[in-house]
């Protein structure tokens, strides 16, 4: 017997902000749009880009956090799989449109309003970092009890450079 295997992935930038509705039923809907681009260099040594635009739809819980967290421009990665809707238009022509169908979303750049719920726990400028990490290791330390002297331990062990802070 032969599989079948109906499976997207996708990561791109946000086309428009999401759209959120509701069914009759009460059941939440998603709609919004992902482009992706390809590059190349044809024979002639030209550069050519495509632009490739996609529908994407969402369900119940996680179409409210695609609502309430996704902006138009926004990278992100959806997984889900493809579905074709038919219907009858206004006018009577018949009306096709491909979508893809998500249940899962993970959202790839980081806005710098919503590190950490707006707050960053930056060391002063007169900090020596060598001070901070042990601070952090006795912060550590006093929230998980078990193992106080392997947390100093690791602390005195490791040196942090200013090319190893994130930000």
Not at 2 to 16: E, H, P, W
Request: aromatic share 4%; net charge negative; proline share 3%.
């Amino acid at each position: 017997m032969a599989k079948s295997l109906n499976r997207v992935m996708l990561i791109g930038n946000m086309t428009r902000d999401p759209e959120m509705r509701y069914t009759p039923q009460g059941t939440a809907v998603c709609t919004f749009g992902i482009a992706t681009n390809s590059s190349w260099t044809n024979d002639a040594g030209e550069k050519k880009e495509n632009v490739e635009f996609h529908n994407i739809v969402a369900w119940n819980k996680l179409a409210e956090i695609c609502a309430q967290l996704l902006k138009k421009g926004r990278k992100v990665f959806v997984e889900g799989r493809l579905t074709t809707r038919s219907w009858q238009g206004t006018d009577g022509t018949q009306k096709q449109r491909t979508e893809v169908v998500i249940n899962d979303m993970l959202i790839l750049d980081r806005k710098s309003d919503e590190v950490s719920g707006g707050e960053i726990d930056v060391p002063e400028q007169g900090v020596d970092l060598q001070d901070a990490s042990a601070e952090v290791a006795e912060k550590s330390a006093k929230k998980d009890k078990k193992t106080p002297a392997s947390v100093e331990a690791t602390a005195d062990k490791e040196e942090v450079g200013e090319e190893d802070i994130p930000f």
